[in-house]
């Protein structure tokens, strides 16, 4: 299986083209992801990406977390699928519609001097409803709801960007129980598929600082889709405007919810590494 490594802000993904016979009829992506991307048996990455035909959209698209898990959207991921699918031409469109479990999401290619310098992308509206978060219980939005985690009283905020994300404001992101309380958030009862679960800094008006623990991943240098529900959070509790600058230990995002059309636009870089081959049985 030949592959190309890439990563937006250490966000890392294999890539692989599966348009084709025999990718197209694998059954058995979910093992092929957990092996690839183990750290020390295989290449080692954040995600397993595979460019699919589609027949609503320019592409398709199916992502596969570490265990194997897939969820319905990946910020990071998108936007170095679409300077893959963009340089390769197999679209040539710089507006690339692609079909993802969240729906058609829209990333942009952005050229500088005929070089692609970073891909923004329409991310869609945020999703608020608790149970289509999803999220167990009561009421109908998750705004500074109280859980206990280890005997503590947390507050937590979630909405949902195609994938699920629990908001946790902290006074300092560093001091963040990330290792310890991520991975009981993200099993939480409350949440039937399981959450991402950020901490989060506020800086000031236009900036935060975000540590994740994702869903079928564990702690990553960045997430979009995270970076996304983080702006969205804010802006709910006032902490932030409609735009501003996300900083994650990989680097920064720039997010911005537009007030007219209620989507969430997220604009950042995707690198390649290099490419190689994976010997599939
Ligand atoms: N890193 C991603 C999110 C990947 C999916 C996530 N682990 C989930 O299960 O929802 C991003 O950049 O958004």
């Known amino acids: 299986m030949e592959f190309v490594k890439m990563h937006g802000l250490g966000n890392d993904f294999v890539i692989v083209d599966a348009r084709k016979s025999p990718l197209l009829e694998r059954t058995d992506w979910e093992d092929v992801a957990i092996k690839v991307c183990d750290r020390h048996y295989g290449v080692g990455a954040d995600g ?12 398709g698209w199916r992502i596969l977390n570490p265990d194997g898990s897939e969820p319905e959207m990946c910020g990071n991921g998108i936007r170095c699928f679409a300077r893959y699918v963009y340089e390769r031409s197999i679209v040539t469109d710089k507006v ?3 079909e993802t479990l969240a729906g058609i999401i829209v990333p942009e290619i952005q050229v500088e001097n005929d070089q692609v310098v970073g891909v923004k992308v329409d991310m869609g509206e ?24 280890q005997g503590n009283p947390v507050k937590i ?3 949902s960007m195609g994938n ?30 399981k959450t991402n679960v950020e901490f989060v800094e ?17 702690p990553t240098l960045a997430c979009g889709t995270g970076a996304c529900a983080t702006i969205v959070g804010s802006v709910l ?8 600058t996300v900083h994650l230990p990989g680097g920064s995002l720039a997010i911005e919810w537009d007030e007219k059309s209620n989507k969430v636009f ?10 190689g081959t994976y010997p599939l049985k």
């Open 48 to 59: 397993l990406i595979l460019v699919l035909p589609s027949e609503i959209a320019h592409v």
């Open 96 to 98: 690339i519609q692609v």
């Open 126 to 149: 945020p999703i608020f409803e608790r149970s289509k978060i999803p999220m167990t219980g009561e009421g109908d939005q998750v705004v500074e709801e109280e859980i206990d985690i």
């Open 157 to 159: 905020t979630a909405l």
């Open 164 to 193: 699920p994300h629990c908001l946790i404001y902290v006074d300092k992101v560093e001091e963040a129980p990330l290792t310890e309380w991520g991975p009981i958030v993200e099993k939480h009862p409350l949440f039937p598929k």
């Open 202 to 218: 506020v800086v000031n008006k236009n900036e935060v600082r975000m540590h994740v623990w994702e869903r079928g991943a564990g």
């Open 237 to 244: 509790h006032g902490y932030t405007d409609r735009k501003a």
């Open 266 to 275: 997220m604009t950042g870089p995707a690198v390649e590494v290099f490419q």
